[in-house]
Structure formats: C-alpha cells, structure tokens
C-alpha cells in the first residue's frame, strides 16, 4: 500500500495542479468575455507569487518534509492503518489543523505578513487562490506534519492535502458563477464560494471570519462563523492600502510595516509583541484590533 500511495503522491500534484490552471483560465476568459473583470494584472501578479510560495513549497516537500513526516511516524501513538474511514478521519484532522493554522496567520503578525499576499487582490476570481507569500514553505507543513504522531501515514496525508487544497481552490471561484442567495443548509457543513468571499473581505462585519479550508463546523464550533449579508456586498483586499498589482509589494509590504514597528519601540518585551500580537496592534495605545472593529460594527 505504502509504495501505491507513493505513486499516486507523485502522480496527482499534476493532475489536479493541470486541472486546476485549466479550470483558472477558463473562469478568466470567461470573466473577460463578459466583461466582469476589472484588473487583468492581479491575476498575473497571482501567478508569479505561485511560483514564488509553490517552487520552494515542493523543494521542501522533496527534501525535508517527507522525510520529517516520516521520521515523526517512527513515534506514532496508534496504528491507524489504511481503512476506508481512516481517510475519513485523516481529512477531518487535516482540516482541523489546517483551521488553526489558518486562524493564527490573521492573529499573529509575524504570520499576518505571510499570509497578507493571499489577501491583498481586490477582486474575487480562482486565480487569487495561486497567490502565496514566498514564505509560505515556514508556516503551511505545520498542517500536516505533526499529524503522523497520531497514526495518519505521511502519504495517506499528503494525498488528503493535494485534494484538500484543490477544494482549497475551488471557492475562490467568482461571486458572478455562484452569487449570494439563500443560505442552503450544506453551508453548515461545508464552506461555500459565499463563506471564503466573506473571509477575503475587509467590510468590518467580514472581518476575520471563515478560517475553514473544507469543514465550515469549526468556525460554527469557535464563533468564527459569518454569512454573507445580502445587504452587504464584500469589498476585498486588505485594511492596509497595498498594490495588488505590484508583486514586489505585494510580497514585503507587511513585513516592512513589521520591520519599521519593531524599530520604533524602545522595550524588548514591545518588540516581541509586534512580533506575535495580532496586526493592528501598536505599543503606543494597544491599536485598533480587527475584533474590535468587528464588535463595532454589530453594535450600529
């Protein structure tokens, strides 16, 4: 079994990669057809940013995650084996970490500089689901890698991944293929196109809400859940002007925020916590935090 799975781990990337960037330039062809695209240069930015966060994600694949993987199955509490419902549980527990991943990269900063660069297009289409930070090979492994010390093989995992993501891709796809209509009872299981719309957006009451890649139970579990309003039409990109066109700032705009931040405090301890606190918050007065503004917002 070890040796299929490792064949198919091989295999599927580029299957589901080859389909994926077929699926992109459809929707974007269309959108240009009919006329409901406003910036051709975000998606062209995306795709170099993919290179930039996927090649150095696959080198550390090959290199050293496996290996990683590997060696923290070596001290595995349980042998789950390859079930059927195995799987089941492996995605269950995959998109669970993927969650909590997710939900600290908007509540730390240092992880908020990685993760701003997928935030940063102002339009909703696929190709903003290639946008990643150059970094992304330090934080994105930690959703799987840990996961083999409960049983999980490390290819049985990787092949959940590679299907998890291309979910992952899905819904991003444009809100005129799937606009906003009655909320349908799945989207109390699963996340839909609206749910991630509503994350992606930086309309106060959107804030920081959806972190779900596939299960839409965890922000239903932790409160972090929030439907797309009718009456609220999302506005995307980030709180901080960046150029959504420009991959140079697209890439270091946060991390020079961070950088001049860090500078401007004079006590250890208030440098540190530019580091880990979430983004907003300032040594001065504490800032304005996101759930702040969000708590705001449900008050009016």
């Given amino acids: 079994m070890e040796s299929i799975l490792a064949y198919l781990f091989n295999v599927l990337p580029i299957i589901i990669l080859g389909i994926a960037v077929f699926v992109i330039l459809i929707e974007w062809r269309l959108l240009t057809i009919n006329k409901k ?29 496996i290996a990683f993987m590997f060696w923290v199955f070596q001290f595995k509490l349980f042998d789950l084996g390859f079930a059927w419902y195995i799987w089941i549980f492996a995605w269950i527990f995959y998109d669970f970490m993927f969650y909590l991943i997710h939900w600290a990269s908007h509540t730390v900063r240092l992880f908020w500089c990685l993760h701003s660069v997928h935030h940063s297009p102002k339009e909703m289409k696929l190709s903003v689901a290639f946008r990643g930070s150059f970094g992304d090979f330090l934080l994105l492994p930690h959703v799987i890698i840990w996961l083999p010390l409960l049983g999980f093989h490390p290819f049985l995992l990787l092949i959940v991944e590679i299907f998890g993501r291309f979910y992952g891709i899905m819904v991003h796809v444009n809100e005129n293929w799937f606009p906003n209509k009655k909320r349908h009872w799945i989207e109390n299981i699963l996340i839909s196109p609206s749910a991630h719309r509503v994350h992606h957006s930086i309309n106060p009451i959107y804030l920081d809400r959806n972190y779900g890649e596939f299960l839409s139970v965890w922000d239903l579990l932790f409160n972090t859940y929030q439907k797309e309003i009718r009456e609220e039409v999302p506005k995307y990109g980030t709180m901080k002007e960046i150029d959504s066109e420009n991959l140079l700032d697209t890439q270091t705009n946060e991390f020079l925020s961070l950088w001049k931040d ?6 250890l301890s208030d440098k540190i916590k530019y580091i880990i606190k979430p983004p907003g918050w300032n040594h001065i007065d504490g800032g304005i935090l996101a759930n702040e503004i969000r708590n705001n917002s449900l008050l009016k």
């Fill in 262 to 267: 860090i500078k401007s405090a004079v006590k």
């Fill in 37 to 65: 695209i406003k910036s051709h240069k975000e998606a062209e930015v995306s795709f170099l940013s993919a290179v930039l966060s996927f090649l150095p994600l696959f080198m550390a694949n090959k290199i050293l995650l």
